[in-house]
């Protein structure tokens, strides 16, 4: 499993481990259905199934969802007995955005005309 959490580094330089770790965060957060999955995230812990009842999407496609932000490591999953409970990964949501405000130079806090 790839991911903040899941990998460390190890021939490759600490540059390139965290490119490719936005290219796949910014790769989850281009579906609109994975946003979603977020947003009902950011309330509060969800089961899979919980998650799945909202979108009228079949099972496999919903868990292929899940294994794209896992992956990315936007969401954590614990599994107790057959549930399996989702929750934010917040440090790699913080860390995809100064990525972006690096790509484009803006400085928290900095307002340019």
Same mark, same amino acid.
């Given at each position: 499993? #790839? ?15 965290? #490119? ?13 259905? #994975?946003?979603?999955?977020? *947003? ?12 799945? *009842? ?58 340019? #005309?």
């Amino acid at each position: 499993m #790839r991911g903040v959490f899941w990998r460390t580094p190890n021939s490759a330089s600490t540059e390139t481990w965290s #490119r490719t770790t936005n290219r796949d965060i910014f790769k989850a957060l281009a579906d609109p259905t #994975r946003r979603r999955i977020l *947003a009902l995230l950011r309330d509060r812990d969800r089961t899979a199934g919980d998650l799945a *009842a909202q979108f009228d999407l079949a099972w496999p496609t919903m868990s292929g969802h899940f294994a794209v932000l896992r992956e990315a490591g936007l969401i954590q999953a614990d599994r107790s007995g057959s549930t399996i409970t989702y929750h934010l990964n917040v440090t790699a949501l913080q860390e995809a955005v100064m990525t972006l405000m690096e790509l484009v130079r803006v400085e928290p806090g900095v307002r340019e #005309r």
